[in-house]
C-alpha cells in the first residue's frame, strides 16, 4: 500500500500509520510536519515515556525553548535517572508542537519510565543518560561496548549503498530532499521497507529489550485506535515500525510485559544543549553535528550561504580578517566540491573544506572553533517556571535570578570582587552548590590580584546538574539549609583529619554558620586523637587560610583560631622526632609539609603560644632544632636552613658554615645533594640567593667539583631537578659566575672580572653613562632649566 492510499483510507477500518523517524534528524522533521498535514490524525502518539503525557502542554509554553529533555528519577534514589531529549529539529518535537497547534491529543506510548529506571536499578547501569529509547540514528537502543552485537542501522544501510559515511548517506537521501513535495508518506514508506528488510535479516539486532518495548507500544496503539476510530498517527524509531506492523495477540504482548519491575518515578522538563545531543558526549542516539542541524532546519532557503555567513561572523569576532569575498568564494568551492563528489547539494563535509581552504588558509586551528561553536554548539534550551521541580531547584531558580547568574552552555569566566555585596552573594552561592556536589562552577586562578577579596570562576552548566540537584534535594529544599546539613553528615562521616579542615574552610567560603560548630566538634575531636604528625602537619595550612576570611566574608573565626593554634603547637612538637629516619620519598613530602606549615605559621602572626612568646618564635625554634640534627634527612634540614635565612633568623655569615659542614667531605655525596635541594631548590627562589652570595656558590661549586665520579651519576639526577626549576636568566647568570669563579673578581673591576657586569665593585662609568636618560625621564633637566631662569631673572 502506497503512502497515499494509506491515507484515503485513513478511518474506520484502517491501520494506524506508523511515521518511523531518526531521532534528531531534521529531514525526519521536516517529513513528519508534511505528513501530519496531510492525513490531519486524531490522535498522535509518540515514542517516549508515558509519565509524561501531563507535562505535553508545557511544551506550548512561551518560554518553553528546545533543546529540553523530558528528566525522569525514581524517588526514592535520585541519581537513578534518564533523559529523553528533544530539540527543534527532533520529529518527536515536531509532532507535539503540530497536536498542540491543531488541538489534537498527543501521548507517549513507550515503556514507562517506573520500569526502565528498575531495569537500571536492577542491572546497575552507570550513567544517567543510559534511558533505552536513548537510541541510535534510526531507532535502535544506544550500544553498550564493543563486544555488544547490536547494529546500526544507518550504518548497514549506508554500506548497503556503497557509502562509507552514514551522516553523508542521510544526508543524500534525506536532508537534500524536500519535504511536502508529491506524497508526504512516501520517504516513510521507503524507509519502512528498508528497516523491515534488516529486521528479518538481524532480528532485534541485539537489542533485547525491544521485544518488550514494542509490546507496550503495540497495546498503545490499539487502545488509541478504539478510543479513536483508527484515526491515529504514530511517531517513533524507524527501527519499531515493523515491529508495530506485527500482528500479534493481545495475550502475547500482555505476556512480554508480566513481571517487570517498578519503581515510584518523578519526571519533568529540564534544559538541554546541543553539545550533549553530540554523539561525543556518550549520547547513544546522538549526531555528529547538531549546529549543523538546526541550521538545516531552521535555515528558510539558502542553508549553503546562509552557514558559511555565520561561520564568518564567528571568524570575524574572533579578529580573523574575512570579507564578503570570502563568503562568496566558499559558496562557489562547496558547490563545485558537490558536483565533483556527485552529491545533489554541498553538505556538512564541503562547506567544511570551503571553509579550510578560503577563509582558514588551511589551518585546522580556526576551524576546530568553527566546528565546537557551530557544528556542534552551545545552545542552552529553556523550560517554563511552571514546569514541576524540586523545591530545592525552584530555590536555585529564584537565587540565579535575584543575583543576575544566568545558566549557559559556553564555558566563561567571571571574576567577583567579594567586597560588593551581590558578587559576596554569588561566591556564597557557587560555593555552596559545590558542597552539595552541584558543579555548576569551579574556582579558577585569578588573572588580576590574588588577595582574599577577589575570587575567579569557571562557569559552564551541563544537563545532568538537574540529577545532581534533585539528589541534593534530600539535604532540605533551599540551598542553604541543604549545605548545612550536607556539611554536617560529611563532617561526622569525614575520614581523615585533613577532610575535615578542608571541609571547615568550605563552611567559611560558603558561609554556613550553623554547620560550622558540628564541624569545629569533629575537628577538636580528630585533632585531639591524630597522633601522626604528617596528617597534623597536612590539616594545618587549610585550617590557617580560614581564618582569613573573616575580614572579608564577615564571618567569625575565632573557635577556628583556637584550634588552629591547638593544632599548631602540636605539629611543632612532633615534627622533630616525626622527621628522624625517613625514606627519600618520605622526606620530600615531610619538606613539603614544612613549607606548608611554614606559610601557615606566617598567617597567623603573633598568635600566642602555650607558655611565653608566639607561635612564630616557637615555630623559629623548631626549625633550629631541624637544621642541626643529623637524623633529620638532608632535604629537610637544608630547608630548615633556607627558610631561617629568609626570616632574617640566620645570617648570611652564619649560613654559609652550616652549608659548609653539610657539604663537607665526610657527608655521603646523596645526603649533601638533599641538603642542597633542600636549601636552594623547590622554587624557593634560590638560584637568586647564589647569585647575590657568591660565598654560597662557592661552597656548591667547590662540593660539586670534588664528589667523586662513582658518586657523580647518583646525584646527578638530583641536582639537575634542582637547578632545571630556576628561571632561564637565573640559570645563564650562574654559568657566568661559575665561569670566571666565584669571589674572582671580588674587589675588582668589571673589565677584570672576565665577564661584563658581575664584578664585586661598582662600575661607575657604566653607572654614569645612564644618568641622561634616568634625569630626562624624571625632568630633572627642565626643572633645572626653570630654576636657572629664575635666578637670572631674580639677579638681572
Known sequence: MTGVERAAGHGAGASPVLLGVRHHGPGSARAVRAALEQIRPRIVLIEGPPEADALIPLAADEEMRPPVALLAHAVDEPGRSAFWPLAGFSPEWVALRWALEHDVPARFIDLPATHTLAWGRQEDEAGAERAPDAETAAGGDTASGPADPRIDPLGV?????????????????????????????????????????????????????????????????????????????????????????????????????????????????????????????????????????????????????????????????????????????????????????GRPLPGLSETTDAVRAVMCEGSDVPLELVRDRLVVGDVLGEVPSSAPAVPLQRDLTRLQRRLRLKPEALERETELDLRKDNDAARSRLLHRLRLLGIGWGEPAASRGSTGTFRETWRLRWEPELSVRIAEAGVWGTTVLSAATAKAEADAVTAQGLADVTALAEHCLLADLPAAL????????????????????????????????????????????????????????????????????????????????????????????????????????????????RDSVPGVIRGRAVRLLLDDGELTQDEAAPLMGLALSPGTPPADAAAWVEGFVGGGSGGGMLLVHDERLLGLVDAWLTGVPAGAFTDVLPLLRRTFSAYEPGVRRTLGELVRRGPGAGRGGTAAGSGATGFAAGLDTARAEAVLPVVRLLLGLDEADENTGNHMAGVTG
Open 157 to 341: 544501510l549506508a554500506e548497503t549503498a556503497g557509502y562509507d559515511d552514514p551522516e553523508r548517506w542521510w544526508e543524500d537521501v534525506v536532508e537534500h530532499r524536500g519535504a511536502g513535495e508529491g506524497d508526504a508518506l512516501a520517504p516513510f514508506t521507503a524507509l519502512e521497507e528498508a528497516m523491515s528488510a534488516l529486521r528479518d535479516t538481524y532480528g532485534s539486532g541485539g537489542h533485547e529489550r525491544d521485544p518488550v518495548r514494542e509490546a507496550y507500544m503495540r497495546l498503545q496503539t490499539r487502545a488509541a485506535q478504539r478510543e479513536f476510530e483508527n484515526s491515529v498517527a504514530v511517531v517513533c524509531g524507524a527501527w519499531h515500525v515493523p515491529a508495530l506492523r506485527q500482528k500479534t495477540t493481545v495475550a502475547a504482548d500482555k505476556a512480554l510485559l508480566k513481571g517487570l519491575p517498578k519503581v515510584k518515578a518523578d519526571m519533568t522538563w529540564v534544559p538541554w544543549t546541543h553539545r550533549r545531543l553530540s554523539r561525543t558526549s556518550g549520547y547513544g542516539a546522538g549526531i555528529d553535528s547538531p549546529g549543523w542541524y538546526g541550521h538545516l532546519f531552521s535555515a528558510p532557503d539558502r542553508p549553503v550561504e546562509r552557514w558559511l555567513t555565520k561561520v564568518a561572523g564567528l571568524l570575524r569576532a574572533e579578529d580573523r580578517i574575512v570579507s564578503s569575498a570570502h563568503v562568496i568564494e566558499a559558496v562557489r568551492l562547496a558547490e563545485t566540491l558537490a558536483a565533483m563528489r
Open 517 to 628: 560548630p558540628t564541624v569545629m566538634r569533629v575537628l577538636a575531636d580528630r585533632a585531639a586523637l591524630d597522633t601522626d604528625v604528617g596528617h597534623l602537619a597536612q590539616a594545618l595550612p587549610a585550617l590557617v587560610r580560614s581564618l582569613r576570611y573573616g575580614d572579608v566574608r564577615g564571618t567569625g573565626t575565632a573557635a577556628l583560631a583556637e584550634v588552629a593554634a591547638g593544632l599548631a603547637e602540636r605539629v611543632f612538637v612532633g615534627l622533630p622526632p616525626g622527621c628522624a629516619a625517613l625514606d627519600a620519598a618520605a622526606a620530600e613530602e615531610m619538606r613539603r609539609h614544612v613549607d606548608a606549615v611554614h606559610t601557615a605559621v606566617g598567617l597567623l602572626g603573633d598568635t600566642p603560644a602555650a607558655g611565653d612568646g608566639s607561635l612564630r618564635n616557637r615555630w623559629r625554634s623548631v626549625l633550629r632544632v631541624l637544621s642541626g
